[in-house]
């Protein structure tokens, strides 16, 4: 999703840590990627839930501003399969907490990677407000 519709101001790409003041050179990031949630429970929601995930602005953690190109090569990856370059505490922290919110699953490949990324990260205490 490509931010068209903005006239101004100046954006933070957390996965590369670049700021852009183009807003043609931002996307927003489904952190838990849409295919993914597919895979992890969303093919069993009804189409207004899987509707109220892909809009989620009840948390800020569900959708990232970030660089274009870096948003298309994440794709629909999970962190077993790929990790921005700066942060990735951070955003274990986020995918995690979009998994909880939406009572997502995660398979044996996603647990591994992200135990192992855990144990490099500072023991942070996450609070969601479950969507579903």
């Not at 009804?46 to 509707?51: F, G, L, N, V």
């Amino acid at each position: 999703m490509t931010c068209s519709n903005v006239s101004g101001g100046r954006w933070f790409s957390y996965y590369d840590r670049v700021s852009w003041t183009d807003p043609g050179r931002i996307d927003i990031d489904h952190v838990v990627p849409l295919a993914e949630a597919w895979d992890s429970g969303a093919r069993n929601w009804t189409s207004s839930q899987r509707q109220s995930y892909a809009n989620d602005l009840g948390d800020y953690r569900s959708l990232v501003g970030v660089t274009d190109s870096v948003n298309q090569a994440k794709g629909d990856k999970d962190p077993a399969e790929w990790l921005p370059t700066y942060d990735k505490c951070r955003y274990l922290r986020e995918f995690v907490a979009v998994k909880i919110r939406w009572r997502l699953t995660v398979n044996s490949g996603e647990k591994t990677a992200m135990q192992n990324l855990a144990a490099g990260c500072s023991n942070v205490t996450i609070t969601v407000t479950r969507a579903i």
